[in-house]
């Protein structure tokens, strides 16, 4: 079975200033990790993807995640926010669409 | 544009009352799959269709059933809504290769009264 545990459920944010996005995980086997962004009243995008390889994972509009197999964890980061970076954010674990996703988390940037 | 569609945006039910919420993807994937988002709780696996002709179980299928029409589209049917139901439903694909959904709709909001 596989768990996720999204830490904080909203994270607030004075543009330019870095954040962090919280992510533990729960698998008996090999994982495949994710983060997702939600924009108001649209679908989930994917922002970046775990598969194997470097931990260190860069994603779209200037994300990053790390993977830690020791802490079982998959944090998501952006060294500095933009106002167009409010939305909410999924992690997610698995494959093939059969997908565990977190609570999410909402980020609220302000001037 | 490519992408997921779905239909209708909203909907307002009653208890008991039957509907389709539809789904067609133009990108040519095989796997396409319905979840459910409910407030504080992420999105769910409702049912999953790997390839045109089949479909599958995913986390809650309780209510539900599908149709996987054509390569195109697959259907998510409640035959007799409930309240529990409520939610806001999201059609997504998978191309051949990939391993998680690139692609979502923007959703269908359910209400049921």
């Known amino acids: 079975a596989q768990s996720v545990t999204q830490l904080d459920s909203q994270v607030p944010v004075f543009e330019e200033a870095p954040v962090e996005l919280r992510c533990n995980y729960s698998s008996s086997v090999s994982v495949y990790l994710f983060w997702y962004v939600q924009y108001p009243n649209q679908g989930l995008q994917l922002l970046l993807k775990y598969l194997s390889g470097s931990t260190l994972v860069k994603g779209i509009n200037g994300f990053e995640a790390e993977f830690n197999k020791s802490q079982t964890s998959f944090h998501l980061r952006k060294p500095s926010v933009h106002i167009s970076d409010t939305a909410e954010y999924f992690c997610?674990?698995?494959?093939?669409?059969?997908?565990?996703f977190g609570a999410g988390t909402q980020v609220v940037v302000t001037p | 544009n490519a992408g997921v569609t779905q239909t209708p945006k909203f909907q307002v039910l009653k208890t008991g009352q039957s509907m389709t919420l539809q789904c067609a993807q133009d990108?040519?994937?095989?796997?396409m799959y319905w979840y459910r988002q409910d407030p504080g709780m992420g999105l769910r696996l409702i049912y999953y269709s790997a390839s045109e002709g089949t479909t599958d179980k995913g986390e809650v299928p309780n209510g539900y059933n599908v149709s996987r029409l054509n390569k195109r589209e697959f259907s998510l049917r409640l035959e007799s809504a409930a309240p529990s139901q409520t939610s806001v439903y999201f059609c997504?694909?998978?191309?051949?290769?990939?391993?998680?959904?690139?692609?979502f709709g923007d959703g269908t909001r359910l209400s049921i009264l």
């Open positions: 990108m040519n994937h095989n796997s």
């Open positions: 997504a694909s998978i191309e051949g290769t990939g391993v998680q959904p690139q692609h």
């Open positions: 997610a674990v698995g494959k093939w669409g059969k997908l565990q």
